[in-house]
């Protein structure tokens, strides 16, 4: 009997050892609609965050749980016009998310309108590009009144990058990617009194499985008005559950096995 209890013990203490169970998820694929990047309080909480506007109402994301499709339709050459001598080669391919909404392709803008904000913004938010990494270029540009490009970030140029939104707008550019592949824009939104939120928007050009770019992450904890799991369903931990099973079962053989040498007495 003390070799079984012995045993029982040794699994008690195996399972308690038990690393969490993995939480890992894959991103969301947004592929065509629209969405806008943009800060908000959660909490009270300054936080960047991507507003998705592709369903039957928006839902605010963490931008590390979405992976922006550029598909097909976006592919495209270079024009031969010394102004956009800053995309490359004329004739050579790039992918382009244009200013102008193309139903076939994710439309992604930024924006400082959420109403948490108004009060916190003041004039215009700060808003930094920190690095990308990618198998080729990135360039965000305006497309002015009279066709001139203007440049808002550039891959090619050191970092960071800043450029100033004013409090209460919404925008949208061209985002050009000179190559396929999967990248990742290091981003943060800031106001002058130092409320600050750094995230990465991850976007993949061209073929492939957006969904499998990017090594899966541990969701990061939603804002109050996503559909977040309730608390009470979330992080059940079986190993302690499992462990406290087989506790009661040793202490009922302890019991068990005295109550049996009594009797023997």
Known sequence: MPRLIQALLATVAALLLLPPA?????????????????????EGRWTL???????DGPVWREPGDVVLQVGDA???????????????????????????Q??????????????????????????RLHGVAGPGRFELFLTGDFGAPR???????????????????????????TAPGAYSLDVEMATADGRSDRATLKVHVGPGDP?????????SAPPPDTHA????????PWGWIAAGGVLVAVVALVLWSRRARRTDG
């Open 211 to 219: 969904a499998t770019a990017f090594p899966a992450t541990e969701p």
């Open 151 to 177: 440049t808002i970030f550039g891959s090619g140029r050191p970092y960071p990058q800043e450029t100033g939104v004013e409090a209460g707008t919404h925008v949208h550019g061209n985002w050009v990617f």
């Open 229 to 236: 799991q309730p608390a009470d369903e979330q992080g059940v």
């Open 22 to 42: 993995a939480h890992a998820q894959a991103p969301v694929v947004i592929a065509d609609g629209h969405v806008d990047l943009g800060p908000r309080l959660v």
């Open 74 to 100: 976006a592919k495209t050459t270079v024009p031969n016009d010394p102004a956009y001598a800053f995309l490359g080669t004329p004739g050579s391919e790039v992918w382009v998310l244009p200013q102008v």
């Open 102 to 127: 193309d139903q076939r392709l994710v439309w992604p803008g930024w924006n400082t309108q959420d109403p948490s904000i108004a009060e916190v913004v003041g004039r215009e938010v700060d808003w």
């Open 49 to 55: 965050q991507l507003r998705d506007d592709t369903g």
